[in-house]
Each structure stands twice: as structure tokens, then as C-alpha cells.
């Protein structure tokens, strides 16, 4: 069995108005993806798809959390995230997404696979700086992290005079143009 089709939505079968549709992600569904950047992963997608005459509009809304690795510590800890995603699904000639929020599917086209919209919303929503909160407030305690506050380079308090002549010459161009 293909794991990517259980992401299949056939809507040629579905009458006008909204429908809910319910997925749950884990670890398995980015292993998909070849995405190995998370352990534990756990997230609800709630999909509202609104289908009208000409046009379509999905609603995603994705809750959940998983383990990721501090860049500071290397610690693994838990973020969790909520994101939501927006799409509308239009007719055409041909299949095109050029567009980040609408999506053309050919005129014939009878099911959207959803699965790539939801890794990417999830995957988009990850923190670019994955730091864990024991960093952050200074609770966690590591071999690391005492090794990079050793070795952190210290600026010097007080004044600089090397810096004078610079901060003269600034305040004499200040007001010139």
C-alpha cells in the first residue's frame, strides 16, 4: 500500500459545501519525505474543505509537537507547534502552483493529494534556531554548555580608546549631508 495515498481527497464525489477531514502525523509520515530532523512527532490536521461551483478552498489547522535537538546544547527537547495553512484549488488547462496560495489543477483532475501541503506547513513552522528552554532561562545544566562558557569570548567593560576618534568624527558629520 502507497502511504502517500491515504493524503488522497477525492472531490468528485463530494456535494457543494464544507467537509472535515482528520490526519494524524508522525515520525512514519516524514520518513515519506526523507525528513529526519525530528523524533516523536505527533500532530493533528484538521482540513476544512469548502467546495464550490467553480473553485475549492482548504483550511488546515495543525497542532501538535515534537522532539527536536538544541543547536546550543545538542540536548533533545520538545517544541511544539501550531500552524495553519490556506489554499484555494482553481480549475485550468494545466496543473499549476507557481502561486504559494492557490493551486490550478487540470480541468479533468477528480482528488488532491494533500500530504505535501501538510509537511510543508509543519516544516515551515519549526523554529530556524532550535534552542532548547532550559538555555533559554538557564536552567539546564550540560558538559557543553559549561564548556561554552569557558571558552566564551569576554567583551571588555568600560571605556575603549581606540574607539574615540571614530565616535569624534560621527558626531562632527552627524548633522552634514
Known sequence: MNAIADYNIVFSGLKRGSHKFTFRI????????????MNNADFNVDLQFVKFQNFMELH???????D?????????????I??????VIKFGEKYND???????????AFEINVAQYIYEAI????PLKRIHPGVRDGSLQTETLDLLHKY??????????RWDSL???????????
Open 82 to 87: 501550531r500552524t495553519g495553512l490556506d489554499l
Open 152 to 161: 566564551r569570548i569576554r567583551k571588555p567593560e568600560g571605556h575603549d580608546p
Open 98 to 108: 507557481d502561486h504559494e496560495e492557490i493551486l490550478v489543477l487540470p480541468y479533468d
Open 68 to 80: 527536536l535537538i538544541c543547536d546550543v546544547s545538542n540536548e533533545e527537547y520538545t517544541e511544539n
Open 123 to 126: 516544516v515551515l513552522a519549526l
Open 60 to 66: 488546515f489547522d495543525i497542532e501538535g509537537h515534537t
Open 26 to 37: 508522525d515520525d512514519k509520515f516524514f520518513g515519506i519525505f526523507g525528513y529526519g530532523e
Open 167 to 177: 565616535n569624534e568624527l560621527k558626531k562632527n558629520n552627524h548633522g552634514t549631508s
